[in-house]
């Protein structure tokens, strides 16, 4: 696997982060751990801050990859759980930082793309308003956040898979539904 400069700046971060809360590392260190200079960190970045945040974004992307459709929707979930337990100590330290609504944004982000691409498959055949197909994934990608920062604000102690489970018996079958009603 091909190894970019980002990719070993976020590695750096996460290994800093085992030990150093996010408001207390610095550049340096980071570049340190890399063997980079600080200026190869500004060539890729603007601060410590955007790191984090392509940092999420990549490692919920990759959860999610290859899963967008309605049958698949419980493994992109529990896949997303497992890669923020894979890189509890970035989404913990963030989470208790003043920068935890940049955690928040970049996981909804990617939510939110991933719920409308199931929306969408689940719309197939139905003539629904982008604006309706939107607020369900909206509604969807709120809900998910706030199960995911309860579970992160509790220490990660409930098991992935329970979570994943209930949050299926309360949505079974209710994106249809949704896009039913909306029907035009």
């Known amino acids: 696997m091909h190894t970019t400069t980002k990719d070993r700046l976020s590695t750096a971060l996460i290994q800093e982060l085992q030990q150093t809360p996010v408001d207390k590392i610095t550049i340096q260190a980071i570049v340190d751990d890399c063997g980079l200079t600080r200026q190869t960190f500004y060539n890729h970045f603007a601060d410590i ?5 392509w940092t999420a974004k990549q490692a919920t ?43 928040e944004k970049y996981i909804y982000t990617v939510l939110y793309q991933y719920i409308l691409a199931v929306v969408e498959r689940q719309a197939k055949g139905l003539t629904v308003a982008a604006k309706h197909k939107n ?5 969807y990608s709120l809900a998910f956040i706030a199960l995911i920062f309860d579970w992160v604000k509790d220490g990660l102690k409930t098991d992935p898979q329970d979570l994943v489970t209930q949050t299926a018996v309360l949505i079974q079958g209710d994106f249809r539904k949704a896009l ?5």
């Open 135 to 139: 607020f369900i994934a909206h509604f």
């Open 49 to 53: 801050y955007e790191l984090v945040e």
């Open 180 to 184: 039913q009603q909306y029907t035009e």
């Open 61 to 103: 992307a990759k959860s999610l990859a290859n899963v967008a459709d309605y049958d698949n929707w419980q493994q992109g979930f529990l896949n997303v759980m497992f890669a923020i337990q894979a890189n509890q100590y970035l989404v913990i330290n963030t989470y208790q930082s003043a920068y935890r609504d940049l955690l």
